[in-house]
Nanobody, 115 residues
């Protein structure tokens, strides 16, 4: 089982950038595909991006393609989400998890984009 701690969120103006990190515990981190999800206020949690175990394959939801980049460092047990050209609609709590997601979610990190 992988335990996850997200960080790097904050308040940024539209057009700005943020880099989120997700630190994972557990020796089997590199066995898992990982993903980022987000949940806006009064919205369902949605998938954002995923990366395979080696980092060689990624996939993004259409709304973030070309703006977000997911990556991972298996030596550091960390997965990242580089976000640029941020929009107010990107405002949400961002979570990482395995892909497919398991039932054990971290606290998430709040991203707020002001217009």
């Amino acid at each position: 089982q992988v335990q996850l701690v997200e960080s790097g969120g904050g308040l940024v103006q539209a057009g700005g950038s943020l880099r989120l990190s997700c630190a994972a515990s557990g020796r089997t981190f590199s066995n898992y595909a990982m993903a980022w999800f987000r949940q806006g206020l009064r919205k369902e949690r949605e998938f954002v991006a995923r990366i395979n175990w080696s980092g060689g394959s990624t996939y993004y939801v259409d709304s973030v393609k070309g703006r977000f980049t997911i990556s991972r460092d298996n030596a550091k047990n960390t997965v990242y989400l580089q976000m640029s050209s941020l929009k107010p609609e990107d405002t949400a709590v961002y979570y990482c998890n395995t892909f497919p997601a398991n039932d054990y979610w971290g606290q998430g990190t709040q991203v707020t984009v002001s217009s």
